[in-house]
Protein backbone atom coordinates (compact mmCIF):
# COMPACT_ATOMS: atom_id res chain seq x y z
CA UNK A 1 0.00 0.00 0.00
CA UNK A 2 1.32 3.48 -0.93
CA UNK A 3 2.53 5.87 2.35
CA UNK A 4 0.31 8.77 2.88
CA UNK A 5 1.83 11.93 1.61
CA UNK A 6 0.43 14.58 4.39
CA UNK A 7 2.02 17.72 5.05
CA UNK A 8 2.66 18.97 8.81
CA UNK A 9 2.32 22.81 9.27
CA UNK A 10 3.98 23.39 12.64
CA UNK A 11 5.47 26.05 14.94
CA UNK A 12 5.52 23.43 17.92
CA UNK A 13 9.18 21.85 17.31
CA UNK A 14 8.34 19.39 19.80
CA UNK A 15 5.17 18.42 19.23
CA UNK A 16 5.99 18.64 15.04
CA UNK A 17 8.94 15.53 15.98
CA UNK A 18 6.50 13.85 17.92
CA UNK A 19 3.75 13.44 15.02
CA UNK A 20 6.69 12.78 12.63
CA UNK A 21 8.07 10.22 14.74
CA UNK A 22 4.93 8.18 15.27
CA UNK A 23 3.05 8.51 12.22
CA UNK A 24 5.97 7.70 10.07
CA UNK A 25 5.75 3.87 11.59
CA UNK A 26 2.47 3.59 10.73
CA UNK A 27 2.57 4.12 6.95
CA UNK A 28 2.48 7.98 6.65
CA UNK A 29 5.10 10.12 5.26
CA UNK A 30 5.73 13.29 6.90
CA UNK A 31 6.67 16.51 5.56
CA UNK A 32 6.91 19.51 7.46
CA UNK A 33 6.99 23.32 7.85
CA UNK A 34 7.25 25.68 11.07
CA UNK A 35 5.37 28.19 9.91
CA UNK A 36 2.53 29.11 7.12
CA UNK A 37 4.88 31.16 4.06
CA UNK A 38 6.80 28.19 4.30
CA UNK A 39 3.58 25.74 4.50
CA UNK A 40 2.54 27.76 1.34
CA UNK A 41 5.94 27.16 -0.73
CA UNK A 42 5.72 23.71 0.31
CA UNK A 43 2.26 22.79 -0.57
CA UNK A 44 2.13 23.77 -4.10
CA UNK A 45 5.42 21.73 -4.39
CA UNK A 46 5.03 18.45 -2.55
CA UNK A 47 1.17 18.38 -3.36
CA UNK A 48 0.51 16.41 -0.33
CA UNK A 49 -2.66 13.35 0.20
CA UNK A 50 -3.59 15.38 3.23
CA UNK A 51 -2.42 19.01 4.60
CA UNK A 52 -2.74 19.26 8.46
CA UNK A 53 -2.29 22.91 9.54
CA UNK A 54 -1.82 24.59 13.34
CA UNK A 55 -4.34 28.10 13.14
CA UNK A 56 -1.88 30.20 15.43
CA UNK A 57 1.91 30.33 13.61
CA UNK A 58 4.18 33.26 13.11
CA UNK A 59 4.69 35.10 9.78
CA UNK A 60 1.35 33.32 8.31
CA UNK A 61 -1.17 31.87 10.14
CA UNK A 62 -2.88 28.97 8.86
CA UNK A 63 -6.07 30.28 8.28
CA UNK A 64 -4.44 32.79 6.02
CA UNK A 65 -2.60 29.60 4.52
CA UNK A 66 -5.46 27.89 3.76
CA UNK A 67 -7.20 30.45 2.44
CA UNK A 68 -4.41 31.01 -0.09
CA UNK A 69 -4.32 27.70 -1.23
CA UNK A 70 -7.94 27.32 -1.84
CA UNK A 71 -8.27 29.91 -4.79
CA UNK A 72 -6.71 27.81 -6.54
CA UNK A 73 -6.86 24.16 -5.01
CA UNK A 74 -10.39 22.79 -3.81
CA UNK A 75 -9.67 19.36 -3.03
CA UNK A 76 -6.87 18.59 -0.80
CA UNK A 77 -7.96 17.76 2.23
CA UNK A 78 -7.43 19.98 5.32
CA UNK A 79 -7.16 19.48 8.70
CA UNK A 80 -6.44 22.24 11.18
CA UNK A 81 -4.92 21.73 14.57
CA UNK A 82 -6.51 24.59 16.94
CA UNK A 83 -6.01 25.46 20.84
CA UNK A 84 -9.13 27.30 19.85
CA UNK A 85 -12.60 25.76 20.29
CA UNK A 86 -14.94 28.78 20.12
CA UNK A 87 -17.83 28.19 17.43
CA UNK A 88 -16.27 31.41 15.69
CA UNK A 89 -13.12 30.27 15.34
CA UNK A 90 -14.18 26.60 14.13
CA UNK A 91 -16.67 28.26 11.83
CA UNK A 92 -14.06 30.97 10.06
CA UNK A 93 -11.77 27.65 9.43
CA UNK A 94 -14.61 25.57 7.62
CA UNK A 95 -15.91 28.77 5.65
CA UNK A 96 -11.74 28.73 4.21
CA UNK A 97 -12.32 25.76 3.25
CA UNK A 98 -10.82 22.99 6.09
CA UNK A 99 -12.55 19.74 5.96
CA UNK A 100 -11.96 18.93 9.65
CA UNK A 101 -10.19 20.05 12.82
CA UNK A 102 -8.37 18.66 16.28
CA UNK A 103 -8.56 20.25 19.24
CA UNK A 104 -5.14 20.40 21.12
CA UNK A 105 -3.95 18.49 22.97
CA UNK A 106 -5.37 15.04 21.14
CA UNK A 107 -4.10 11.31 21.13
CA UNK A 108 -1.97 10.23 17.98
CA UNK A 109 -4.18 7.34 17.50
CA UNK A 110 -7.34 9.92 16.89
CA UNK A 111 -4.84 12.32 14.68
CA UNK A 112 -3.70 9.17 12.48
CA UNK A 113 -7.46 7.79 12.15
CA UNK A 114 -8.54 11.81 10.97
CA UNK A 115 -5.98 11.58 8.38
CA UNK A 116 -6.85 8.63 7.11
CA UNK A 117 -10.71 9.22 6.49
CA UNK A 118 -9.06 12.67 4.93
CA UNK A 119 -6.96 10.53 2.49
CA UNK A 120 -9.80 8.30 1.56
CA UNK A 121 -11.82 11.26 0.19
CA UNK A 122 -8.39 12.51 -1.16
CA UNK A 123 -7.75 9.06 -3.19
CA UNK A 124 -11.65 9.30 -4.40
CA UNK A 125 -10.83 12.03 -6.42
CA UNK A 126 -8.71 10.41 -8.89
CA UNK A 127 -11.26 7.94 -9.93
CA UNK A 128 -13.45 8.22 -12.96
CA UNK A 129 -16.95 9.66 -12.69
CA UNK A 130 -19.26 10.93 -14.45
CA UNK A 131 -19.57 14.71 -15.62
CA UNK A 132 -21.39 16.81 -13.08
CA UNK A 133 -23.08 19.75 -12.96
CA UNK A 134 -21.52 22.94 -12.03
CA UNK A 135 -23.76 25.56 -13.51
CA UNK A 136 -27.55 25.98 -11.46
CA UNK A 137 -30.08 28.40 -11.59
CA UNK A 138 -31.77 29.36 -8.61
CA UNK A 139 -34.62 31.72 -9.37
CA UNK A 140 -33.14 34.92 -10.72
CA UNK A 141 -29.68 33.79 -9.27
CA UNK A 142 -27.37 32.04 -11.01
CA UNK A 143 -24.53 29.85 -9.08
CA UNK A 144 -21.51 28.54 -10.58
CA UNK A 145 -20.05 26.05 -8.43
CA UNK A 146 -16.73 25.75 -9.65
CA UNK A 147 -16.07 29.51 -9.36
CA UNK A 148 -17.96 29.65 -6.33
CA UNK A 149 -20.05 32.69 -7.70
CA UNK A 150 -23.71 33.98 -6.96
CA UNK A 151 -25.09 36.16 -9.10
CA UNK A 152 -28.29 37.68 -8.77
CA UNK A 153 -29.67 38.03 -12.72
CA UNK A 154 -31.77 41.37 -12.53
CA UNK A 155 -29.61 43.87 -14.28
CA UNK A 156 -31.86 46.86 -12.44
CA UNK A 157 -30.35 45.96 -9.51
CA UNK A 158 -26.77 44.96 -10.60
CA UNK A 159 -25.69 48.05 -8.24
CA UNK A 160 -27.21 46.11 -5.14
CA UNK A 161 -24.51 44.99 -2.57
CA UNK A 162 -25.96 41.35 -2.75
CA UNK A 163 -25.90 41.10 -6.77
CA UNK A 164 -22.71 38.97 -6.95
CA UNK A 165 -20.84 37.46 -4.12
CA UNK A 166 -17.98 34.98 -3.96
CA UNK A 167 -19.16 32.50 -1.50
CA UNK A 168 -16.83 30.55 0.93
CA UNK A 169 -15.70 26.84 0.13
CA UNK A 170 -18.01 25.39 2.81
CA UNK A 171 -21.64 27.52 1.37
CA UNK A 172 -20.82 26.56 -1.95
CA UNK A 173 -20.37 22.68 -1.35
CA UNK A 174 -23.58 22.72 0.96
CA UNK A 175 -25.73 25.01 -1.90
CA UNK A 176 -24.66 22.36 -4.57
CA UNK A 177 -25.48 19.40 -2.53
CA UNK A 178 -29.21 21.75 -2.26
CA UNK A 179 -29.33 23.10 -5.56
CA UNK A 180 -28.57 19.22 -6.86
CA UNK A 181 -31.70 17.90 -4.68
CA UNK A 182 -34.16 21.08 -5.20
CA UNK A 183 -37.41 20.10 -3.48
CA UNK A 184 -36.14 17.22 -1.63
CA UNK A 185 -34.52 16.90 1.98
CA UNK A 186 -30.83 17.29 2.52
CA UNK A 187 -30.21 14.73 5.42
CA UNK A 188 -27.75 17.00 7.88
CA UNK A 189 -26.13 13.63 8.67
CA UNK A 190 -25.16 13.05 5.07
CA UNK A 191 -23.80 16.46 4.81
CA UNK A 192 -21.87 16.56 7.82
CA UNK A 193 -19.99 13.40 7.24
CA UNK A 194 -19.35 14.37 3.98
CA UNK A 195 -17.58 17.94 4.43
CA UNK A 196 -16.81 18.04 7.94
CA UNK A 197 -16.26 14.06 8.81
CA UNK A 198 -18.66 13.44 11.85
CA UNK A 199 -22.08 14.29 12.10
CA UNK A 200 -21.75 15.77 16.09
CA UNK A 201 -24.18 18.13 17.49
CA UNK A 202 -21.08 20.84 17.21
CA UNK A 203 -20.68 20.60 13.67
CA UNK A 204 -24.37 20.41 13.33
CA UNK A 205 -24.90 24.18 15.32
CA UNK A 206 -21.78 24.97 12.44
CA UNK A 207 -23.90 23.68 9.49
CA UNK A 208 -26.60 26.01 10.96
CA UNK A 209 -24.69 28.97 10.76
CA UNK A 210 -23.94 28.46 7.06
CA UNK A 211 -27.25 27.34 6.22
CA UNK A 212 -28.46 30.87 7.80
CA UNK A 213 -25.38 32.96 5.89
CA UNK A 214 -27.41 31.16 2.35
CA UNK A 215 -30.18 32.55 3.02
CA UNK A 216 -29.20 36.04 3.89
CA UNK A 217 -27.46 36.13 0.22
CA UNK A 218 -30.41 34.81 -1.67
CA UNK A 219 -32.83 37.09 -0.22
CA UNK A 220 -33.06 38.90 -3.42
CA UNK A 221 -35.83 36.48 -4.51
CA UNK A 222 -38.17 36.16 -1.91
CA UNK A 223 -39.59 33.05 -4.00
CA UNK A 224 -36.24 30.81 -2.89
CA UNK A 225 -36.88 29.40 0.94
CA UNK A 226 -34.23 27.13 2.64
CA UNK A 227 -36.04 24.86 5.02
CA UNK A 228 -34.79 23.56 8.25
CA UNK A 229 -37.02 20.14 8.51
CA UNK A 230 -36.22 20.23 12.02
CA UNK A 231 -34.44 16.80 13.22
CA UNK A 232 -33.65 16.02 9.48
CA UNK A 233 -32.33 18.26 6.99
CA UNK A 234 -32.58 21.05 4.55
CA UNK A 235 -34.81 21.46 1.61
CA UNK A 236 -34.43 24.55 -1.00
CA UNK A 237 -37.62 25.53 -2.48
CA UNK A 238 -38.12 27.70 -4.85
CA UNK A 239 -41.63 28.63 -5.51
Known amino acids: MDKINVLL ?28 EEGLRMFFDLRPDV ?11 GFEMVRRIRQTDKRTPVLFLTARSTINDVVE ?16 QELMIRIKALAGKAFSFTEE ?9 IGDYRFNSITQRLTYGKMATSLHAHAEVELSHRESEILKRLCE ?24 RSLHVFITKLRHKLSLDERIRIV ?8 LIVS
Not at 93 to 108: I, Q, R, T, V
Not at 182 to 198: F, I, Y
Not at 228 to 235: D, E, H, L, S, V
Open 9 to 36: VEDELTLTMIIKETLEGQNFKIHTASDG
Open 228 to 235: NIRGIGYK
Open 129 to 137: KPREVTHFE
Open 93 to 108: GFELGANDYLKKPFGM
Open 51 to 61: LVADVMMPRMD
Open 181 to 204: NRNQVVHTQNVLLELWGDDSFFNS
